[in-house]
């Protein structure tokens, strides 16, 4: 099991790193842009399959995260642009300075709303996330001066130091190398003592309460954690698409998220990278042929929960079964 769950981690490291040549050898630089989506999407969905696949915490509004990681881009973007200050900052483009403030908003917000749904669990949990992506998504709607409905433009991607990452192919290393650390952390932290109490009490809350465990503190930090990444994801996608709007925090991005890791695999984390893959590319394919793309994705994702219960890579990775 360790040897395949090593032999495709090396493939698809393999694919994604040979990305841009093949793109350059087609003379298609969509096929990079495509690959930079995907990249992002799994970011965003290792993040989420760390509460999901080990915790069994079903969360239906992690989209707020990748919303609010996005906007606190676009918006000090635009002060920045437009030469108005913000609370008297005169802003910056500098992705060191802008990218850990959008990471702290995520995790102020997560550090509430956990606070109140992680009180509650199954149906209450899932509602009480959803409320809160759905606050998230009317407050941003409301924002006339940033576009409202329509959206903010982005004049250009934060500025990095020691690389250009206006550059289409080195964005999407910088993103790839992010998702490596990330699943790797991700990794580390399920193995570690804390993701092993975290796991424990998805198996038996009750027993690990008679053992001192203090579900809230574990099942909170590892909220907060899943909404850094999510938020993360959500800062690197205002960079690529140059425009952020509302819904970046619908419920059917939050759907798109978990529809991607049960995809590829609950408590994998190499699932969701494969699942983001496959996701993104069927609804760039299917999209081609007919706009109402859906009517076909749909049916074909409920067929692979229904008959695949492990997700694509679950069996062979060695599912979470929990």
Same mark, same amino acid.
């Given at each position: 099991?360790?040897?395949?769950?090593? +032999?495709?981690?090396? @493939?698809?490291?393999?694919?994604?790193?040979?990305?841009?040549?093949?793109?350059?050898?087609?003379?298609?630089?969509?096929?990079?842009?495509?690959?930079?989506?995907?990249?992002?999407?799994?970011?965003?969905?290792?993040? =989420?399959? =760390?509460?999901?696949?080990?915790?069994?915490?079903?969360?239906?509004?992690?989209?707020?995260?990748?919303?609010?990681?996005?906007?606190?881009?676009?918006?000090?973007?635009?002060? +920045?642009?437009?030469?108005?200050?913000?609370?008297?900052?005169?802003?910056?483009?500098?992705?060191?300075?802008?990218?850990?403030?959008?990471?702290?908003?995520?995790?102020? #917000?997560?550090? $509430?709303?956990?606070?109140?749904?992680?009180?509650?669990?199954?149906? &209450?949990? @899932?509602?009480?996330?959803?409320?809160?992506?759905?606050? $998230?998504?009317?407050?941003?709607?409301?924002?006339? +001066?940033?576009?409202?409905?329509?959206?903010?433009?982005?004049?250009?991607?934060?500025?990095?130091?020691?690389?250009?990452?206006?550059?289409?192919?080195?964005?999407?290393?910088?993103?790839?190398?992010?998702?490596? #650390?990330?699943?790797?952390?991700?990794?580390?932290?399920?193995?570690?003592?804390?993701?092993?109490?975290?796991?424990?009490?998805?198996?038996?809350?009750?027993?690990?309460?008679?053992?001192?465990?203090?579900?809230?503190?574990?099942?909170?930090?590892?909220?907060?954690?899943?909404?850094?990444?999510?938020? =993360?994801?959500?800062?690197?996608?205002?960079?690529?698409? #140059?425009?952020?709007?509302?819904?970046?925090?619908?419920?059917?991005?939050?759907?798109?998220?978990?529809?991607?890791?049960?995809?590829?695999?609950?408590?994998?984390?190499?699932?969701?990278?494969?699942?983001?893959?496959?996701?993104?590319?069927?609804? &760039?394919?299917?999209?081609?042929?007919?706009?109402?793309?859906?009517?076909?994705?749909?049916?074909?994702?409920?067929?692979?929960?229904?008959?695949? &219960?492990?997700?694509?890579?679950?069996? #062979?990775?060695?599912?979470?079964?929990?």
């Amino acid at each position: 099991m360790r040897s395949t769950r090593l +032999t495709i981690i090396v @493939i698809g490291l393999a694919a994604f790193i040979l990305v841009p040549m093949l793109a350059g050898l087609a003379g298609n630089a969509s096929i990079e842009g495509l690959a930079t989506r995907v990249v992002i999407y799994a970011i965003a969905s290792v993040s =989420l399959d =760390l509460i999901i696949g080990y915790g069994a915490l079903v969360s239906f509004g992690h989209a707020m995260f990748f919303a609010l990681g996005g906007y606190t881009v676009g918006i000090i973007a635009y002060h +920045t642009s437009n030469g108005e200050p913000l609370w008297g900052w005169q802003g910056t483009n500098a992705a060191l300075i802008v990218w850990p403030i959008g990471l702290l908003a995520c995790v102020v #917000l997560a550090v $509430v709303v956990g606070w109140f749904a992680l009180k509650t669990s199954g149906v &209450q949990f @899932i509602m009480i996330t959803l409320a809160f992506a759905q606050m $998230v998504f009317f407050v941003l709607v409301s924002l006339a +001066t940033y576009g409202g409905d329509d959206g903010l433009l982005i004049n250009a991607r934060n500025t990095f130091p020691l690389i250009d990452i206006a550059n289409g192919s080195t964005f999407y290393y910088l993103c790839l190398f992010t998702l490596v #650390l990330w699943t790797m952390f991700c990794m580390m932290i399920v193995s570690s003592r804390f993701g092993l109490v975290f796991q424990a009490l998805r198996q038996s809350e009750r027993r690990a309460i008679n053992l001192g465990v203090r579900p809230l503190s574990f099942r909170l930090t590892a909220f907060v954690i899943s909404a850094f990444g999510t938020g =993360l994801a959500g800062i690197l996608w205002a960079n690529y698409a #140059l425009f952020v709007t509302p819904d970046m925090a619908s419920w059917s991005k939050s759907g798109e998220f978990m529809a991607i890791v049960v995809l590829g695999g609950l408590g994998t984390f190499i699932g969701p990278i494969a699942g983001a893959a496959v996701f993104i590319i069927l609804e &760039q394919i299917l999209s081609g042929w007919t706009e109402h793309w859906m009517i076909i994705m749909g049916p074909t994702l409920t067929l692979i929960a229904l008959f695949g &219960q492990h997700g694509m890579l679950g069996r #062979l990775l060695g599912k979470n079964h929990g």
